[in-house]
C-alpha cells in the first residue's frame, strides 16, 4: 500500500463509535511537552484523541502529521480534528520515512505511537478481533489489504500455526491447539471467530478469569497485522527522523513489544531515556478505562547527531 495523504473526507456511515479512551493523556502531554510551532507526528491516530492533545499545544504555526493504516479510524479522527493544524494520511506506520518524505519533511521534533488497539475496533465483531463476539475472522487493522486470520488458520501448516501461538502468544499449549485446529479444518474451513474461539476453549484449560481464547486470538492478531516486524521497522527509522533533542513515545500493552522499546532506547549514543520504568496508569484512570491497565509508556530523548547535523 502506498500511502496516501487524507486531510478531508467524509465519516465512514457504518455504526462506527467512537468509544475509544486514549491511555495516560495527562502523563503523554507532561512528558513529551509540545511546544508551539514545532512539527509532530503520531504514528498511530487512532480516535484522535492524543492527537487532538498535542496538536492544540502545537498550535497554528504547528503540524501535527497523523498515520494509520485503518480508513474508518481516520474518519473518525477528521471529526475531532477539524480546524487544528494536523495532517492524516493512511499509511502504517512503519512507512513513516516515506510519508515525510512526500510531504516535504526532514526531521520532526517528536513521535507517538501508542500501540493499543482502538475499541470501536475491537468492539465491532464484523472486523474479527473478539473472541466474545461472532464475526468474520479477519483481524487485519487495513481492511483493504493482507491475508486474513481465516487465510492463516486454514493455510498454515500445523508446526507454524503453534509457532505463531507460542511465540506472539505466549500460549503454553500451542502445540495441542495447533493440531485440534488442522483437525478440525480438515472437516470444515473455519471463517467465523466463534469457531476458532471454541476449538481453542477446548484445547486450552481455563486458568483463572482469562478467557483461553486470550493468547491465540493475540497470536494471530499479530501474525495478520505483522505488528512485531511493522514495530521494529519503526524503531529503526526514529534516528532519521527525530530531530537531536526531539523525543519519541511508544504506549505498549505487552511485554513481547514493550522489550523491543525498552532495548531500542537504552540505545546510548542515540537516545536518552526519560522514563527508567514504563509509566503506568494509576488505578484512578483503570477504573474509568479498563484497557488502561497494560499501557506503558517509555520516553525518550534523541542524543546530539554528530557532524554538520547537530
Known sequence: MSPHESPTGPLPRDGYGPKHVSVLPVEVLRLLDPQPGQV???????????????AERLGPSGRLIGLDQDPTMLGLARTKLEGLPVTLVHANFDQLVEVLGNLGIESVDGVLADLGFASDQVDRADRGFSFREDGPLDMRLDPTIGSTAADLVNRMSEAGLADVFFEF????????????????????????????????????PRSGGLDPATRVFQALRIAVNDELGALDRLLSMLP????????????????????????????????????????????????RNPRARSAKLRV????PIPGPQA
Open 169 to 204: 502468544g505466549e500460549e503454553r499449549h500451542s502445540r495441542r491447539v495447533a493440531r485440534r485446529i488442522v483437525e478440525r479444518r480438515a472437516e470444515k474451513p473455519f471463517t467465523t471467530t466463534s469457531e476458532l474461539a471454541d476449538v481453542v476453549r477446548r484445547s486450552v
Open 300 to 303: 525518550a530523548v534523541r542524543r
Open 240 to 287: 532519521r527522523v527525530v530531530k537531536s533533542g526531539g523525543k519519541a513515545a511508544i504506549i505498549s500493552f505487552h511485554s513481547l513489544e514493550d522489550r523491543r522499546v525498552k532495548q531500542t532506547f537504552r540505545t546510548p549514543l542515540v537516545w536518552e531515556p526519560l522514563t527508567k520504568k514504563p509509566i503506568e496508569a494509576g488505578a484512578e484512570e483503570v477504573s
Open 40 to 54: 509532530w507526528v503520531d504514528a498511530t491516530v487512532g480516535g484522535g484523541g492524543h492527537s487532538r492533545l498535542i
